[in-house]
């Protein structure tokens, strides 16, 4: 039975874009019925046998940890697409074609139903309604409530301008973090692991964005609410949630243990999100702001929802569950790519020099720093925090040449075609310069081959943010250090989404 809960886990697991950050895409006219109907059978697709994986998970511990190895595996058995059968669970269709993807995205519905969020869905809506009584959010809504939620935030979320308004915010809490790093040092310069650190980077900054304040986590002796929220969150995004998202659904039967610490979890986080935007609807109306172009974004969403409304509580929450882990580890691998790549860290250095020198950063310069981006694409290619999407599909359609009828689990991992040599030449190695237009290593990959932040209209919606985080990060970061990485190289590790496979250990040595 532990066996079968924890194989259950890693299927779900598969077809999960957690969350992370989301845009919309185009509509498409879809597959043509008469292409449908002359595709070849859905029971004619290869199929794994379910106790095949039975025996690996048994024999390597491991094995449910490294699924884009595992998946990866079963394609070069199968081919483009094959589906598991599961107990309890149905059938999950596999698939890593980009080109599948690309038909997936413009076939289904424009409300698609990401299947690995089913558990929150009923959590907020009917578990602790309570908590939730105008929204569900992004996180726990599906089809016209998923909707409603997301037209609420989508435009003021996806601008550019929106995330260049906390240019100056998140480069102070990077600086907080170097001041952080530089007092937990050891004698030889070396953080033995930096990732802890990018988790409570990671919750400063969207706090400052989505509440309005800075809650102390960079603090050496963060205060007494940090702390709390550190904790709150740990328990939240953590194991809890893990086992009620991936596990048996015994949740549904009776009130479990994981039920339990996650719900404590969640009213904490509840309760202190109430009292920072409480404050932030009593600052909105003291100062009387106006001009949207001067407001923050849960400004803009207060004006928009109305002081009463506790729509922007949720919101923010979704921003902190989708955002802390996978912005975390997507700066902890960067931080890793940059100290095991000098060569490549040089040249953004440099170009960090050259741009911005001594001044202050904005828009514009950062507009202009390509290599800086381009070493952001490039990390992302090779260590996603998310490892693909899954859907349960609205519409028939055909994915590899075969019928996927409406109401399929279907899953896609990108982690696969972002590290295949048929769309990146020297797929394994670190090269930025693949993303810059006009270099002879610029890569010609299949447009939907490269998709970190998922696409379509569930794209990650906080992208702007997160993408700017980093950047600011990075900047910050080698301004003021030399990074150095000595140890064994780095892979996806995934217990809920994916992180580093091991401490990182990066010596800082000050610039001088």
């Not at 893990?242 to 986080?269: C, M």
């Not at 922007?312 to 921003?319: R, T």
């Not at 741009?355 to 720093?369: F, H, R, S, V, Y």
């Not at 600011?472 to 190289?489: F, H």
Request: charged share 25%; hydrophobic share 35%; proline share 5%.
């Amino acid at each position: 039975m532990l066996l079968q809960r924890r194989f259950t886990g890693f299927i779900r697991e598969e077809g999960l874009a957690l969350v992370r950050y989301i845009s919309s895409a185009s509509p498409s006219s879809g597959t043509k019925t008469g292409d449908y109907a002359s595709a070849t059978s859905y029971k004619s697709i290869p199929k794994e046998p379910f106790y095949k994986s039975m025996i690996r998970a048994a024999q390597d511990n491991s094995y449910m940890l490294k699924m884009h190895i595992n998946m990866n595996e079963l394609h070069k058995v199968h081919g483009p697409i094959f589906r598991m059968g599961l107990p309890g669970v149905g059938e999950a269709i596999m698939f890593n074609d980009p080109e599948d993807l690309k038909t997936l995205i413009y076939t289904d519905d424009k409300d698609p139903i990401e299947h690995g969020f089913n558990f929150v869905v009923e959590y907020r809506q009917n578990i602790r309604k309570d908590l939730y009584p105008e929204t569900g959010g992004l996180l726990g809504s599906h089809g016209e409530k998923w909707y409603q939620a997301r037209s609420k935030v989508q435009q003021d979320m996806l601008r550019p301008k929106s995330a260049f308004f906390y240019i100056d915010e998140i480069t102070g809490v990077s600086n907080d973090l170097m001041n952080l790093v530089a007092s937990n040092m050891n004698q030889d310069r070396t953080i033995d692991d930096v990732t802890p650190l990018m988790y409570r980077w990671s919750l400063e900054a969207v706090s400052a964005i989505f509440l309005d304040t800075r809650i102390g986590c960079l603090k050496a002796d963060p205060p007494k609410e940090a702390k709390e929220m550190i904790a709150h969150t740990e328990i939240a995004l953590g194991f809890a949630l893990n086992q009620l998202t991936f596990g048996l659904p015994l949740w549904k039967l009776y009130r479990t243990k994981h039920l339990d610490d996650f719900d404590t979890a969640t009213e904490g986080i509840h309760k202190i999100t109430s009292k920072f935007i409480g404050e932030a609807k009593d600052k909105f109306k003291a100062n009387n702001i106006t001009e949207t172009d001067k407001m923050s974004v849960l400004q803009k969403l207060i004006h928009k929802c109305g002081t009463e409304s506790k729509i922007p509580e949720v919101m923010a929450m979704d921003a902190m569950m989708a955002g802390i882990d996978t912005t975390g580890n997507t700066a902890a691998f960067l931080i890793y790519h940059l100290a095991s790549n000098p060569v490549q860290q040089e040249i953004l250095y440099k170009e960090i020099k050259d741009k911005l020198g001594d001044n202050k950063l904005t828009p514009a310069i950062l507009n202009e720093m390509k290599y800086l981006k381009a070493v952001q694409h490039e990390s992302q290619r090779l260590l996603p925090a998310v490892g693909g999407l899954g859907r349960t599909t609205q519409k028939d359609m055909v994915l590899s040449g075969y019928q996927i009828p409406k109401g399929s689990m279907v899953s896609y991992m990108w982690t696969m075609p972002m590290r295949s040599e048929k769309h990146f030449k020297n797929s394994d190695e670190f090269m930025p310069e693949r993303w810059l237009r006009g270099c002879p290593q610029q890569n010609n990959a299949h447009p939907f081959a490269f998709t970190p932040f998922g696409h379509g209209s569930r794209m990650c919606i906080g992208r702007r943010f997160a993408e700017l985080e980093i950047q600011i990060l990075a900047i910050e970061t080698l301004r003021r250090y030399k990074l150095v990485y000595e140890g064994s190289p780095m892979d996806l590790c995934t217990p809920f989404v994916n992180r580093p496979d091991g401490p990182i250990a990066v010596k800082f040595i000050e610039r001088q």
